[in-house]
């Protein structure tokens, strides 16, 4: 059995909860009738990718393959006024921090990380959804920016602070966040991409920076990046589930 089918088999249970099904959705939710039943399935995926090695490339497309142009998930124009003032002036004040478990934090603008040695690879987004979409993403790989950053000892997580507001609390703004471990953040296909199809990433699709994390669904390609933060575990993140979506009862590991 091929290798992403044997995957997609053991995460069948915990998509259910995903597939967008009212009768499903309180149940899918934390303390929910199903929230067991999936994280479950979603810990048998992660195992099991990783037993496989998690180390193999997510198929890569030819330019011939890009038949429309890369529908955007998520949040399309943040209405946060710090990203919209970043935004009219051509995100020539942005800055991306990497902070936390590292040894030199860093603090890169956007022409750093387009100094450095670039990526281009054309591959399918996969939404949770239902939706595919091949595109063209150039980027900067983000072990490279981790190298430059040297993660201590006790980094095990990179979690991706985001700009965009998803919700008003009554704690507060809630901005999205995203997590991945570290041996998916040194995989070369995973990479801080700034631009898409040959021009520069559009605010619809993230700018001025958003993550590939190509073997996974697009929620966990976190858009709007602002800073980067290595940690020893994600239980202080959010509601300590390692993502906004994964605190909501979706999975943490989406490996496709």
């Not at 909860?17 to 992660?46: E, F, N, Q, W």
């Amino acid at each position: 059995m091929q290798r992403r089918r044997f995957l997609t088999a053991a995460a069948g249970v915990g998509l259910m909860g995903l597939s967008g099904c009212k009768v499903l959705d309180t149940a899918a939710k934390p303390g929910g009738s199903l929230r067991g039943v999936i994280m479950s399935a979603s810990g048998l995926t992660y195992r099991t990718q990783r037993l496989l090695g998690g180390d193999a490339l997510a198929p890569e497309f030819t330019a011939a393959d890009i038949r429309q142009g890369q529908k955007p998930n998520g949040t399309i124009n943040p209405s946060d006024a710090d990203y919209q003032t970043l935004a009219s002036a051509g995100f020539a004040d942005w800055r991306l921090e990497v902070v936390g478990a590292v040894e030199k934090p860093l603090t890169l603008r956007l022409s750093d990380l387009q100094a450095m040695p670039a990526r281009t690879q054309i591959t399918r987004h996969d939404c949770v959804e239902g939706w595919s979409c091949i595109a063209k993403w150039t980027g900067v790989q983000l072990a490279r920016v981790l190298d430059l950053a040297r993660p201590k000892a006790e980094a095990r997580f990179v979690v991706f602070h985001c700009m965009d507001t998803i919700e008003r609390s009554l704690s507060g703004l809630v901005k999205y966040y995203e997590s991945i471990d570290l041996r998916d953040a040194v995989h070369p296909q995973t990479i801080l991409a700034y631009g898409l199809n040959d021009a520069p990433l559009p605010v619809a699709n993230g700018a001025p920076l958003r993550v590939r994390v190509e073997r996974q669904l697009g929620y966990k390609m976190a858009k709007y990046l602002h800073r980067i933060e290595l940690v020893a575990g994600v239980e202080g993140l959010g509601d300590g589930n390692g993502s906004y979506w994964a605190d909501r009862g979706y999975e943490w590991y989406a490996g496709i």
